[in-house]
Structure formats: C-alpha cells, structure tokens
C-alpha cells in the first residue's frame, strides 16, 4: 500500500492577548517525498497578501504537495509514505522566523490523502481511494512561538494525533 498527502490545510487561530499576534514570517517545514521536488526538509513560507496573525484571528493556510513535475510509477502527486504508520510518524513543523512572540490558541491540520492498493492477481495495476480531508492533528492549547529562547520556542512539531487509520 502507498499513501498520498496531496495537499494540506492548516488552521491556526492566535490567542486574544495584547501582544499576541506576531509579524515575524512563520514557515511549515516538511520532508519531501514521492513526487513533491527536492530532497529533504522543505520550508514553505505560510503568508497571505494580508497581515496574517494578527491577535484572536484565524487563519487558514493550504500547501500542495502535487506540484512537482516528477512522477513516481503513475502515482498521484504528492508526499507519499509506505504505510499509515509512516504517514502517522511523518514530521510537520513550525517555525517563527523572528522574535517577535506570536502566541497560539489552537492547531488544526487536515490533509487530502489516496491510498494506492495493487489489483489482486493483476502485475502492474493499481487502484486509487480518495479519502478526502482527514484530521491530522489538533493543538488545543497554548503554544509560544519565538526565536527568542525567553518567550517561546522557534520549532514547534506538529504531533499527529488525529484519528487517521491505522491500516
Ligand atoms: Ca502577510
């Protein structure tokens, strides 16, 4: 079995504080797989022609993984793991590229996933499932971001606990 992560949608709402909101660039950082170009960590600046992050807004970011022009035997594009377990175990960050504090109040990750399946008694046939949007991972407590060791921390590891299958 293969899994594909297509795309993501990231949900990030800052808290109400007075100095919560942040204008230091905040990234997703990722490792690279299947057809998405490049090897290795991936940073992919989180940014809307607004200011994002202002105190107790929320904001929603996609990041598509199926822009790379390679393709992987046929596979949809994307991010791909050999399993759910890896797919699970897959490492999403944070990152605050400044040291202005940007305070969180929650974190929700969704992703667009295909699993791939070979055709019983068939060689080289595969079959797609759309899964849709599934939950990756909710943060619903406070999280301090900064690269300022005294207000918070620079990385923040997405840990993916939603209830994505487990085969
Ligand atoms: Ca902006």
């Known amino acids: 079995m293969t899994i594909i992560l297509q795309r993501i949608r990231l949900f990030v709402r800052t808290a109400d504080g007075r100095s919560s909101g942040t204008d230091s660039p905040v990234d997703l950082r990722f490792e690279a797989?299947?057809?998405?170009?490049?090897?290795?960590?991936?940073?992919?600046?989180?940014?809307?022609?607004?200011?994002?992050?202002?105190?107790?807004?929320?904001?929603?970011?996609?990041?598509?993984?199926?822009?790379?022009?390679?393709?992987?035997?046929?596979?949809?594009?994307?991010?791909?793991?050999?399993?759910?377990?890896?797919?699970?175990?897959?490492q999403f960050k944070l990152e605050i590229r400044g040291s202005d504090w940007w305070n969180v109040d929650f974190v929700f990750l969704l992703g667009d996933y295909i699993s791939r399946e070979p055709v019983p008694n068939s060689i080289d046939a595969f079959e797609n499932t759309a899964l849709g949007w599934l939950l990756m991972a909710r943060l619903d407590r406070n999280l301090s971001l900064s690269k300022d060791p005294s207000e918070g921390t620079a990385v923040h590891t997405i840990q993916l606990d939603g209830p994505l299958p487990t085969s």
């Not at 299947?34 to 290795?40: A, L, R, W």
């Not at 996609?62 to 046929?74: A, L």
């Open 33 to 90: 797989s299947g057809s998405y170009p490049g090897d290795g960590w991936q940073s992919v600046s989180l940014d809307h022609p607004w200011n994002d992050r202002e105190r107790s807004r929320t904001e929603s970011y996609e990041v598509d993984f199926t822009i790379g022009d390679e393709t992987v035997d046929d596979a949809p594009r994307g991010l791909s793991y050999r399993d759910w377990s890896e797919a699970r175990n897959a």
